[in-house]
């Protein structure tokens, strides 16, 4: 089918238009020095000879490197399942209750507070500065969109499905798992995503009550490519970047092929 | 009947009771800010001494005193630097993304042609890589355009980023485009239709990223702790927590100040914020 008529090259051209700023920007700076990277990650540092794989061996073979994921995996595979589960938790009830306005801002409220601000309380109570403190301080922060998130998910549940089971004798439990888990679908992954997103924020907290060597449990991916770039050792950030962004690009390739299928 | 409405309200309170512990570390900020320093002193003595034995903290001091606040505001004119750092930067970056970002939300909501999912969906991408990803990016262009170890280092990135897109996009989808296409059926061209029609009904989104983009570059650390050495540059949220316990009535204060802004953001802008929120899960 050829679409050439001139209503299509109008919005063509306008979308080209609106969007050449943006595009323009995002290539020069992000675009384009990624590609820089990749290149730099397969060449030397100061003379920049090509080198191949060797940076990338460097990078899995080091032990700062393999502690940093394991501690991520760790943090993410903790904090993740338990802010969905608990968001819903607290969704579940609430979304049965009128006027929840005050209720939802207090919730929210922590995503309001700047790290600095609150890092001087967490310092006072939670010196010791270990896993389960920044766990605790993740869920503080990240609860109230979880919950927010949800309780718009339920509510959009068209009321007559829920009125359909109730008239075939389903009762609570029963749909709850059948009728409103399966409709949460689209919830579910949004959620998921931005808690990922936001889990790399937790460097924050972590960074501003325990500097940039916090002790062995804690030290993230995050605070390691920190490192490397105050220490210029560019070559393994490049290598390490561009194995963190390959693998992240297709986690989020195939969230969005279960996201389309679902659709 | 009854009975179920009694209910009700034992969880509603019930809610309203954990929203208020989530909260509390607000009021102990605040406390802290009135406390003299002698009180700090003993109420803090366990943070001195490394961890042995438990904070006390009392929600009322004793003798509540006004004189941190006095020595912040009157003594200490670097402070306000750094204030006005925060502030310039974060009006710089949202401005920017106002300026770079509603243009290519429209583009994406309005007009569907060859490309524009595949482009759409490099938008997500970038949208969800942490900055550590895009780290060394940054650098190299920052560096190549002798921007490193000035504000701009900071400012120009964002507000490129894809996120505030993501956000304004979902308000101008839920504009009907039978809406656009009567306009241009009158003649209207597509800039006017923009202009007079997109930008005044789809203000929702723009708010929402406004919101969600304040409280997020006002809180911002990792650029600027990677990009800006000179400490005059910084914005609060990274020098606050260089403030020692020493001075904790000094920091305590800053940090009572450095609420302000995005309290009063998220207080006014909370329909928005929630709204934002939403949006953020909507997908194409």
Redesign the interface.
């Known amino acids: 089918m050829r ?1 050439s008529s001139a209503i ?1 090259r ?10 050449f ?3 323009s ?2 290539t ?3 675009l ?3 590609l ?2 990749i290149k ?1 990650s397969l060449t030397t540092a100061v003379t920049g000879d090509f080198i191949g794989g060797v940076n990338y061996r460097r990078v899995f073979e080091n032990q700062a490197f393999r502690l940093a994921v394991q501690n991520t995996l760790r943090f993410t595979g903790v904090c993740i399942p338990l802010l969905v589960i608990l968001g819903l938790a ?1 969704a579940l ?2 979304s049965r ?1 009128r006027e ?1 306005e ?24 939670f ?2 500065a270990d896993f389960e403190s920044l766990v605790v301080s993740y869920i ?1 922060r990240n ?1 109230g ?1 979880t919950v ?2 949800w309780v ?1 998910g339920i509510k959009g549940i068209p009321g007559e499905i829920l009125e359909a089971a109730r008239v075939d004798g389903a009762g609570r439990l029963q749909s709850l798992l059948r009728v409103e888990l399966p409709n949460l679908k ?2 579910f992954y ?2 998921v ?2 808690s ?2 936001n889990s ?1 924020k937790i ?2 907290e972590a ?2 009550v325990a500097g940039s060597y916090p002790k062995q449990e804690i030290y993230l ?2 605070h390691l ?2 490192n490397w ?1 105050v220490n210029l050792e ?1 070559d393994k ?2 290598a390490a ?1 561009v194995c ?2 390959g693998v ?2 297709v986690g ?1 390739m195939l969230l ?1 092929y279960f ?1 389309d299928r679902e659709r | 009947m009854k009975g179920k409405h009694l209910v009700e309200i034992c969880i509603k309170l019930l809610f309203i009771m954990m929203g208020i512990v989530i909260c509390m570390p607000v009021f102990f900020v605040i406390t802290g800010s009135v406390m003299g320093s002698y009180d700090l002193e003993e109420c803090l003595a366990p943070v001195f001494r490394e961890g042995q034995g438990f904070v006390t903290w009392k929600l009322i001091p004793d003798y509540p005193t006004i004189e941190h606040y006095g020595k912040l505001l009157f003594q200490t004119p670097q402070f306000f630097v750094l204030f006005w750092n925060s502030m310039r930067m974060t009006g710089l970056i949202l401005a920017g993304q106002l300026l770079v970002g509603v243009p290519a939300a429209w583009a994406f909501a309005v007009y569907q042609v060859r490309g524009s999912r595949l482009l759409f969906g490099l938008y997500i991408v970038l949208m969800l890589m942490p900055f550590q990803v895009t780290m060394l990016s940054s650098y190299l262009v920052l560096s190549r355009l002798s921007l490193l170890n000035t504000q701009l280092a900071v400012i120009l990135p964002a507000v490129f980023s894809t996120f505030p897109i993501f956000l304004t996009y979902g308000g101008f989808r839920e504009l009907p485009a039978e809406l656009f296409e009567a306009a241009r059926i009158d003649g209207a061209g597509e800039l006017y239709i923009f202009l007079r029609i997109g930008l005044p009904l789809g203000k929702g989104g723009m708010l929402s990223a406004f919101v969600l983009g304040f409280l997020e570059y006002w809180n911002m650390l990792e650029q600027p702790l990677a990009f800006l050495e000179d400490q005059a540059l910084w914005p609060l949220s990274l020098y606050l927590p260089q403030i020692s316990w020493t001075q904790a009535g000094f920091a305590f204060c800053a940090s009572v100040i450095m609420l302000l802004p995005a309290v009063f953001v998220f207080i006014i802008g909370q329909d928005y914020l929630e709204q934002g929120i939403v949006y953020a899960g909507l997908k194409g």
Do not use: H
């Open positions: 679409r299509y109008r919005k063509r051209r306008a979308f080209a238009g609106f969007l700023c943006s595009l920007g995002v020069v700076f992000v384009l020095p990624f820089d990277v730099r607290v009830p609430l209750l929840t005050l209720i939802k801002s207090l919730y929210l409220f922590p995503l309001a507070l700047p790290t600095a601000t609150v890092v001087i309380v967490w310092r006072m109570f010196y010791a503080w609860l969109y927010v998130l718009a689209g919830s949004t959620i995503v931005l990922f997103l790399f460097y924050r960074y501003l991916l995050q490519f920190n770039f560019l950030l490049a970047a963190v962004g992240l690009f989020i969005q996201w």
